[in-house]
Each structure stands twice: as structure tokens, then as C-alpha cells.
């Protein structure tokens, strides 16, 4: 065992997961992974990586038995894409986790940080703090992220468990899921394919992944308590951003804007109010969005590239 | 079955659940009733009634297969006098909670009403309301009943439920549960017993419990969705109510005012914005609080001459 402990981290395959092991096992845990995967992918930092089924209560239990961690980092949740803003699979999940909540409490974890999203607050023009703007999820998926955060506050509060809940808002990356924006529009431009988009007007709150992963891996260890937004804080309109991977991929031409609806419950403004995770946390982000989009574009390119040479079932 | 079919209510023989019993019934509803005692008691209004414990799972969803209900009123909760607050029991109830509502919506159900808590706000000197005023529950019943509100919620979306929650302020009557302020300091001061209070200056939103039932019973009939707070909307001292027990019991120089120190997480002012239960609801208080505390002492010192006249076993 490190000197740190153990760090139960579920997800730890996932797209937040992975860099977020990394910077864990730099800060000096050992870092146990879970996957829901029958064969896990080897990710940087992992020590050891455990098999569970997280929306079966029972299994939940089970692996904290045999983990015995002294922090938790919960990330796994469902996240297929298209589908997990209404799929009931929410629910299984909720109950998944609480349960890991009230087991890692229950056998005497120390400091616990679970994955919540800038869904579960109502939206509106002013940045969303964590403080005063109320929880008013308009999704499934929203809804059962905020009854987890409450879930988790009170398995905390029941075994004296160090809570902290971060509201992650719009995280990008090379390997963000399938059908999130900006993978899916530079993958396009870059295959020279054309993008249908909607007007593209609602503004939103980008962040790196890596810069994600780091503002998590300062929550865990900063030992701040309660909700807290991870996100830059910057208002970019998705216009904006869909501008500039055209500029970097040099596709422009082949957006066409406003050429798909807005999808329902899909709101004009998520912006966070980052004074907790720049003040408390101390974290401010390293990758500007520029930066960022470039090297999410870099990677993707260097991997279509990889793809097409090479057979099917080499993809990774 | 009767013409508007079976309401499942849990929580039958409850300080709340038995008053409303008999109103659900008298709308025409076909109540079934759940208790967690082994001898349920007779409640007027209920068709039928099960034994569940409803802080098990498998137990909620198998009630559910059983009763097979068109309408549920989640009204079971941990009420452990002066435990209640703190009790880790409150993580199993959610948990049960959760399954029951999950297992409603799957099997069909299509009106739910859940019984949430004032104690869910972060309390504060405004009138508490429910869109506007922050969840942040200092405890940890607050902050399992405000998990439940939002998985309600996200069950409800997964099962196309039409899902109200009614957030209870502060209720009493003659049956309320042992250690409340109205029934102990009653029953104190009938008893020609000293009552030691704290200086009493808190603010809260009493309303008689048949009130409080008539408020619920409205609320499933009228399908407002959502939050809606259950309280008179009037501000009123903890020291004026107990010199409105005292004046009606002639034991107001009893009284020790400022004897007892305010417990912890002990707010200010706990007072309901009522305009959604007044406009959209169509409920208004029929009895205000100097009847419904004559009510209440009327009722308890009757009950306390039953007493010392009757056997120990004798008594409800």
C-alpha cells in the first residue's frame, strides 16, 4: 500500500477515468479501477483493476469488501451515447451507488468524491453556483445525478465520510464519447464529410478533459467538502467552437448552420461559477480552449489516420 | 375495486397516514394500507392492509406485484423520536423508496405523491419556496428525503408517472409522535408537570394534521406535479404556541423559558411559501391554530384521564 492509501476509483476505463487515474497515482495513491468491461484496457496509473457491475447494489457492496479503500472516486455512471440523458438504466445506477456510498462509510473510508453534471441545475442566463441556483434537473439523467449528490451527503453524514460532489460541465477531449460535439464535428471535417448543426447559439462551459481530471484529482486530496463546479467558467457559444475546429481542420465550408433543430430540453446558457473549485480548490485550468481543440484534433487526426491502415479488430 | 381504483398508501397507521386514510377513501379511492407492525391497528378508510418493510427492495417491489396499484401516497418514513434526525436508517428507507417507486411506475402506476420535509431547504429568513429557495438539508433526514425527491423525480420520467411531492413543515395534533413540541409540552402542563423549554424565539409553519391530510389528499386528486409545500404560510413562534398551550392548559407558570439550550441545526425560521398549494392545489387551511391546539389538548387530556383509569395494556 502507498503511503497515501487506497483509492477506489470506479469508471477508471472511462473517459474522465483514465486521465484521472493517471494524476491520482501521481499524487501518490494506489489506485484499484473498476471496469464493467470483460476484458479491461490497460490504463496508466492503475494498480490493480477490479470487475463489478456498479448498478447492482449487492455488487457494489461486494467490491467494496474486498477494495477496503480509504477514498473513493466514483465516475462510472451510463453513459451511452444518444440514450443517457432518458434511459432508465439512470435509476440502476442511483441505486448502484448509493449503496458503494453507504458500504465505503460503512467500512471506514475517509474521503469520498462523486461525478455529478451541471445537469442537475435549473439553467439560466446567470453562471450556475453551486450555492444559490436551484437543483432543477430537466433530464432523467440530471434528476438521478442530484438524488445521488443528496444520497451521498447523507451516507456521509451517517459514517462521518469527507463529501464532495463535482458538477463536471462540458468536458472534451479526443476520447470523449461517440455523438459529443466536438469529436463528432472535427471527426467529420476531417473525413470531409459536412456537419449539419443547429444554429448553434447556446452558450457553454468547455474543459479539457485532462484539465477535468486534474481539477478532481486537486478536489480529492484538497479535502473541500460539497458541491463544486468543474468547469473554466468562460461562456463559449457552440457556434464559436464549432468555428474553430473548422479553422483548425480548415472544413468551414461544410457546416451548415441551423440545419438541425434544437433538441428538447436543450438549454440556452450552462455556465458554471468556478469560485469554489478557483478559491477553495485552488485549481485554474492549463489547456485554453485553443490549445485544447487543437490537440483534441491532433489526436483524433493521427488516429483516423491509424485506422485506416489498419484491420478492424486492431481498433483499440 | 372502487371507480377511481387502488391507492397504495404507505405509512397507514402513521401520525399523518391514518388521517389520510380516511380522506383518500372518502374521495373514492380503494385504499390499501402498509404497516410495519406485526398487529396492524384498525384504520378507518382502509380496504385492505399489508405487512412490508419498506426499507428493503425485493420487499417494496413484491408489494408492489401484490397490491398492483393505480395511485401510491409514500407516506412510511423513520420517525424514532429524537433519533429520527441522524439515523443512518434514513439511507435504507431511500434505498426502499426508491425500489417503490421504481416498481410503481414499471408496473403501470400512474399518479404518485411522496411525503418530503421542510428540513429539505437551507433554511433562511424568507418564506421557503419551492422554486427558488435552494435544497441544502443540514441533516441527514433532509438530505434523504431530498434524494428521494429527485429520484422520484427520475423514476417518474422513466415511467411517464405523474409524481407530486408534498413537503411537510410542522405538523401536530393529539397523536403526533412522542417528543414533538405541542404533544409534550401538553401533556407536561396537563400533568401539573414543570416544562423546560429553550427561549423559543424560533419561527415555524404549524398546521393541524387533518389539515395537513386534506392538503395531501388534494394534491393527489388535483395532479399538480412537482414540489409543493404543506404548511398554514404563517410564521409563528415556538414561544407563542407554547403560551397558546399554556393559557389553554392554565400552566403557563410552569413554563421555563430559555431553561434548555437550541439543539444543533436548529433554523431560525422554517416558513412555507404557500402559493402553489393555495392557487395551483386549491387547498386552504379549515382549522386555524388556537382550534387545532384546542383540538389537540382536548384530545390528549381525555386520553391521559383514559389512562390512569385503564390497565397499562389496555392503552393504543
Redesign the interface.
Known amino acids: 500500500m502507498s503511503a497515501r492509501g487506497t483509492l477506489l476509483l470506479t469508471g477508471a476505463t472511462g473517459f474522465i477515468g483514465r486521465p484521472l487515474a493517471a494524476r491520482l497515482a501521481a499524487r501518490g495513491w494506489r489506485v484499484v479501477g473498476t471496469t464493467a468491461r470483460a476484458v479491461p484496457a490497460e490504463v496508466p496509473g492503475i494498480a490493480a483493476m477490479e470487475r463489478a457491475d456498479l448498478t447492482d447494489?449487492a455488487s457494489a457492496r461486494a467490491l467494496i469488501a474486498r477494495v477496503r479503500p480509504n477514498a473513493l472516486v466514483h465516475a462510472a455512471w451510463t453513459t451511452t451515447p444518444g440514450r443517457f440523458w432518458?434511459d432508465?438504466a439512470?435509476?440502476a445506477w442511483?441505486?448502484g451507488g448509493?449503496?458503494l456510498l453507504?458500504a465505503f462509510g460503512a467500512a471506514g473510508g475517509e474521503r469520498a468524491v462523486g461525478l455529478g453534471t451541471c445537469a442537475e441545475y435549473e439553467a439560466g442566463a446567470e453562471r450556475l453556483d453551486e450555492?444559490?441556483?436551484?437543483?432543477?434537473?430537466a433530464?432523467?439523467y440530471g434528476?438521478?445525478k442530484?438524488?445521488?449528490?443528496?444520497?451521498g451527503?447523507?451516507?456521509a453524514?451517517?459514517?462521518g465520510v469527507s463529501f464532495a460532489w463535482a458538477r463536471v460541465f462540458t468536458p472534451y477531449g479526443a476520447d470523449e464519447p461517440e455523438g459529443k460535439l466536438v469529436g463528432s464535428v472535427a471527426r467529420a471535417l476531417l473525413a470531409g464529410r459536412p456537419v449539419e448543426t443547429t444554429q448553434g447559439t447556446q452558450l457553454r462551459d468547455f474543459l479539457h478533459v485532462e484539465d477535468v481530471a486534474e481539477a478532481i484529482a486537486a478536489l480529492v486530496d484538497g479535502g473541500v467538502e460539497g458541491p463544486v463546479n468543474v468547469g473554466s467558467g468562460e461562456a463559449v457559444s457552440l457556434r464559436d467552437v464549432i468555428a474553430r475546429i473548422s479553422a483548425l481542420t480548415g472544413g468551414g465550408e461544410r457546416v451548415a448552420f441551423g440545419a438541425r433543430p434544437r433538441p428538447p430540453h436543450d438549454p440556452d446558457s450552462m455556465v458554471a461559477a468556478v469560485e469554489r473549485l478557483t478559491r477553495e480548490v485552488g485549481f485554474r485550468p492549463a489547456i485554453p480552449l485553443d490549445e485544447g481543440l487543437a490537440r483534441t484534433i491532433a489526436a483524433l487526426a493521427s488516429r483516423m489516420r491509424h485506422e485506416q491502415t489498419e484491420p478492424e479488430e486492431a481498433r483499440p
Open positions: 447494489a432518458a432508465p439512470n435509476l442511483l441505486e448509493i449503496a453507504d450555492a444559490t441556483t436551484p437543483l432543477r434537473p433530464t432523467l434528476a438521478a442530484a438524488a445521488l449528490f443528496h444520497a451527503t447523507a451516507a453524514m451517517a459514517h
